[in-house]
C-alpha cells in the first residue's frame, strides 16, 4: 500500500493509516505497527511545519479582523444603548431653579439667579461642554413649600428640565424632593441644609457644598466655647420656624457650647419685626445671640437691638452674610460676626476675585456679592466639572458618577477643597468664621 502524506489533511492521513495498520495490510509485526504510528506522526508534524505558519499567520488575521470588528460593534452598541436623559438634546441641557423671587428672602434668590446666569454665559461663551449649551428657567416659589412643589412638576412634566439647580430653602426644597427623587431628577447645589437631604440612600441624585444648619451650629458651638470658654457665656437662638430652625437648634444643643443654651426664639416668613424676641434675649442676659436669617432680616435685627438696647456679640447665620446687610444696617453690623461655609465674597484669593469680576461684568450691585451668589457661583463651578468628566452619554447616572469622581477640587479659595464620592455627596464640611471690619466682611481666624 502506497501512504501519502499530505500535510492540508493531515488529519484524514492519520485516520487511514491508523485503519490500515488494524488490517494488518501495512505491517504484520505489532512491533512494526506502533513504529510506523510514529513515524506518521512525526510526518504529520514535519508536513505542518510550513502550512502552520502560513495557517497561523491567516488564523491571526481572522482572530485580529473579528477582534477589531468586534471592538467597533460593541462600541456602536455602547452608542446605540446610551440613553441621554430628558432635557437633553445634541445641543442643549435645560435646568430648572426654583427661588423665592419675591416675599421677604428675594434678595437671596434674585442673587442666585445672577450667579447662574454667570455660569451659564462662561460656559456657553467657550463652546459649551460637548457641545452642548446649557439653560435654565426660573419659577417663583416665594419660599413657600406648595408653589415649590408646584414648580418641580411644572419644571418636569411640562418643561422637561434634565436637573433641578440653586433652589434656596429647606422647607420648600423638602416638600419638593420626593417628587425629584420618583422622576430621577438631579437635585444640584442647592442653598437647603435639611439633614436628611444627605442621606444617600434615600436622596442619590443629591449633590451639595453647603453643609447642615446643624453642622454649622454644631460648628459655632465649638468656636465659641474656644475663644471664650463657658463661663459667663448666655446664649440665645432665633432661627426660622420651619425644619432648618430646629436642626439650627439641635446642632447648637449637641455642641460643647450646648449648656450655654439661655433662650430660643423663632421668627416667621412673614415677620416685620424682631422686637418681642429681642427683649427675650434681653432679659435672659444672653452674651451671644445667633441670628438665622437672611441679611434684610438680620440688618433690621441689629437696628431694633440697638433700639431696645441689647448688648451682646451678634453671629449671624450663612444668609447673612452680605453687603447688603453693612448697607442697611451701617455701622451698627461693625463688629458683627457672620458664621459661613465659605469664604468671604470680598476676600483676595484667586476663586474670589474671578466671581466679582464675573459677577460685576454681569451687572452685579455691591449688595449682590453676597454668601448666596457666592454658593450658587461655587456650585455652578462644580456642575462644570461634572458635565465635562461625564462624557457625551449624559443622563442622571452617568453625571452622578461624574460628581462621585471629584477629590480635592479648587475653587481657588472660596471654599476648602472639595471631596465627593458614592457614600458622600457633600462635598464640603467646614465652617469659617467672618466678622464685618471696617465696612467689610473678612474671614477671621483668632477671635479672641
Known sequence: MSCLIDSTNNLNILTAVWRECLRGEIMKSKLWKLLAIFAVLGLIAVGCGDDDDSSSSSSSEASSSESSSSEEASAEAEEEECELGRGVSDDKILFGSSQPMTGNLAALGEQAVLAMEVTKDRINDAGGINGRMIDFIVQDD??????????????????????????????????????????????????????????????????????????????????????????????????????????????????????????????????????????????????????????????????EADQLGLDARFWGSTGTISANTIELAGDLSEGAYGVNVISSANGDKPGLNAYREAMFEAGATEAQISTASLLAYTGGLVLEEGLNRAGECLNSQTLSAAFESITDFSTGGIMRPLNFSSENHLGNNDVIILQVQDGVWVEVENLG
Open 142 to 303: 416665594a419660599y413657600n413649600p406648595e408653589k415649590t412643589v408646584a414648580n418641580a412638576q411644572y419644571f418636569i412634566e411640562q418643561e422637561k428640565v434634565f436637573a433641578i439647580w440653586a433652589s434656596i430653602g429647606s422647607a420648600p426644597l423638602k416638600a419638593a424632593m420626593p417628587i425629584h427623587n420618583e422622576n430621577n431628577t438631579l437635585t444640584l447645589f442647592p442653598w437647603a441644609q435639611d439633614l436628611s437631604f444627605y442621606d444617600v440612600d434615600v436622596n442619590p441624585l443629591f449633590f451639595s457644598v453647603n453643609p447642615s444648619a446643624y453642622a454649622q451650629t454644631f460648628g459655632f458651638g465649638k468656636v465659641l466655647v474656644e475663644t471664650y470658654g463657658l463661663d459667663g457665656i448666655k446664649v440665645g437662638l432665633m432661627t426660622i420656624n420651619s425644619v432648618d430652625g430646629q436642626q439650627t437648634v439641635d446642632g447648637f444643643k449637641d455642641s460643647i457650647g450646648g449648656s450655654a443654651l439661655v433662650d430660643e426664639q423663632t421668627w416667621e416668613r412673614d415677620s416685620t419685626t424682631y422686637g418681642p424676641q429681642i427683649l427675650s434675649f434681653i432679659d435672659s442676659g444672653t452674651t451671644d445671640v445667633y441670628i438665622g436669617t437672611g441679611d434684610t432680616q438680620f440688618a433690621q435685627f441689629l437696628l
